[in-house]
């Protein structure tokens, strides 16, 4: 079965520094790969996706995640954090054969100014 | 476009008191839907998920029951509540036609408290 490992249960950072939140999945048969944001109190929401193609994905808000099948990692990085960016990150893989999304359990990013 | 709604937004429930929680989608016709669970401090556990009206699978053994009488409609239930049940709850929904990927779209979620 998939499983989803995210090392560091928070990130404390300095803002407008760059940080890397990791993420490694179990399984290198063909994986769909996910990043969402939960800020306080909230819902989940999708912050960038690896479907196929291109190994480097961007969002709109300055994040990038690179797909590294070898090391079966999907790690997610910000050159210059902001405030406004602290907040839960979650990393989730689907297979192509499955109705489920499995999570790791978060990395909490904390910017301080 | 679609959305997703949960209500309500919180509750304080006392031990041994039913719960139901109601998660409706709009602008979309049969969809995937699912029931998570977030404990404090922890990541998320899928708990139910439904692939159509009457269709429940469950992920784990616990105290809650989940039913679908409408294609848009998903109800989170417990008969009684117990401590342990206190959580964010967050349900979620993704096309059921067939598509190239799972993504998922998640409610503002409710935050039950059980005292």
């Known amino acids: 079965a998939q499983s989803v490992t995210q090392l560091d249960s928070q990130v404390p950072v300095f803002e407008e520094a760059p940080v890397e939140l990791r993420c490694n999945y179990s399984s290198s048969v063909s994986v769909y790969l996910f990043w969402y944001v939960q800020y306080p109190n909230q819902g989940l929401q999708l912050l960038l996706k690896?479907?196929?193609?291109?190994?480097l994905v961007e969002s709109i808000n300055g994040f990038e995640a690179e797909f590294n099948k070898s090391q079966t990692s999907f790690h997610l990085r910000k050159p210059s954090v902001h405030i406004s960016d602290t907040a839960e990150y979650f990393c989730a893989v689907s297979d192509r054969y499955t109705d489920k999304l499995i999570f790791g359990t978060g990395t909490r990013l904390q910017v301080f100014p | 476009s679609q959305t997703i709604h949960q209500w309500p937004a919180t509750l304080v429930q006392p031990v041994g008191s039913p719960l139901s929680l109601e998660c409706t989608v709009e602008?979309?016709?049969?969809?995937?839907l699912y029931w998570y669970r977030q404990a404090a401090g922890r990541g998320l556990q899928l708990l139910f998920y439904s692939v159509g009206i009457g269709q429940i699978s469950s992920e784990v053994p616990q105290n809650l029951s989940a039913s679908r009488p409408q294609d848009r409609q998903f109800i989170l239930s417990s008969k009684k509540l117990l401590l342990s049940d206190s959580g964010f709850y967050l349900c979620?929904?993704?096309?059921?036609?067939?598509?190239?990927?799972?993504?998922?779209?998640f409610g503002p979620g409710t935050r039950l408290t059980v005292l």
């Open positions: 602008g979309t016709s049969n969809p995937n």
């Open positions: 979620a929904w993704r096309s059921g036609t067939f598509s190239s990927y799972n993504e998922q779209f």
């Open positions: 690896y479907l196929s193609g291109s190994t």
